[in-house]
């Protein structure tokens, strides 16, 4: 089967790290693959090397050049399905395939990994309703696209997954050493996008009940964003600069999540969290808030703790708890480390994205 991937983004978050394994995964399994990437983008930089490509985004959600650019691609190409994986590209597919006229079309595959609601303008409602189906990265998210109109048997549900033995090769970074944090300083990591809905301000007010507890605590919280000066002005008005640090976006990542005691999620929203994932192939307990798909992810009580969203006593209560209890924080990393191997990961995502697409084309099969 031949597939081809759209994503436009010219950042690097955890969205465009699964467009890349997908992209890889199919290949390995003897698909052949094709990626469509920002031309200045992140992804396309990773991924140079051994997949075709196609450099190609939109300079906005409505530019009818690049769909018309990527019409006469999938003219020439032939794919047998075109997968969508942001919402830029998910227009401009559409698009490029309403222009069509040479050859069928080919049916129009969308992966959602955010927790949001569509959009109600007349563009987007357009653009939605040229899917034929959804992938859903989270059960969580399946049921928010079936609240706003998609039909159930447009929707199937493919957990996200992650490279479990890259992160088992990966070694273990000195955090203490990496952002001059005490010797001996239990330190609590967070991996993500500074935006709102990311919840980092939650984690920053929960750190004072922290420190009253477990006074040498410290506080990583790795990403960047938009959010950065209201987070440093917090960090200050709190007087934690002692306490939290916001290195901003590190490529050494992985080995960083490997060098820290603890993982807590904070968010608000969440599609599916696939920080939390490495995190638990690392070896670590987790705290994460019981919203979208991160219940999917940890198993309360066995492989990590879930509290409320909005809720620094919560969190901070449930972050004392692992600190304190050096043999709890143990088990729960084990247990995690055995739930990622076993649900979520690399070859699992792909196994349910080729079900996924046999699953479109019997039904496509039986309408014909």
Known sequence: MFSLHIDTARTWRGG???????????????????????PNGELRRRAAEGLDLLPLAPDHELDLKAGWKLSRALSRLTPDIVHAHDPHGVAMASVALSMLTSTPAPPLVVSRRVDFRLKRNS?????????????????????LLIQDGVSADQVVTVHEGIDVDRMAGTGAANVHEAFWLPHGAPVIGNVAALVAHKGQRHLIDAMPLVIREVPDARLVIL???????????????????????????????????????????????????????????????????????????????????????????????????????TALRARMAEAGLARVKAL???????????????HLSHARSAHE
């Open 223 to 325: 990403g960047e964003g938009e959010l950065r000066p209201q987070l440093e002005h917090q960090v200050k008005h709190l007087h934690l600069e002692k306490h939290v640090v916001l290195p901003g976006f590190r490529a050494d990542v992985l080995s960083l999540i490997k060098g820290v005691d603890l993982f807590v999620m904070s968010s608000e929203t969440e599609g599916l969290g696939t920080s939390l994932l490495d995190a638990m192939a690392a070896g670590k307990a987790c705290v994460g808030t019981r919203v979208g798909g991160i219940p999917e992810v940890i198993d309360d009580g066995s492989t990590g703790l879930l509290v409320p969203p909005h809720d620094p006593p919560a969190l901070a209560t449930a972050i004392v708890r692992l600190l304190k209890d």
């Open 123 to 143: 563009f987007s409602r357009w653009k939605y309703r040229q899917v034929n189906l959804f992938i859903a990265s989270s059960d969580a998210i399946r049921e």
């Open 16 to 38: 465009q790290n699964q467009v890349l394994l997908t992209v890889l995964g199919l290949r390995a399994a003897g698909h052949r693959t094709m990626l469509v990437a920002h």
């Open 344 to 358: 979520f990961g690399v070859e699992r995502m792909v196994e349910g994205t080729l079900a996924a697409y046999a």
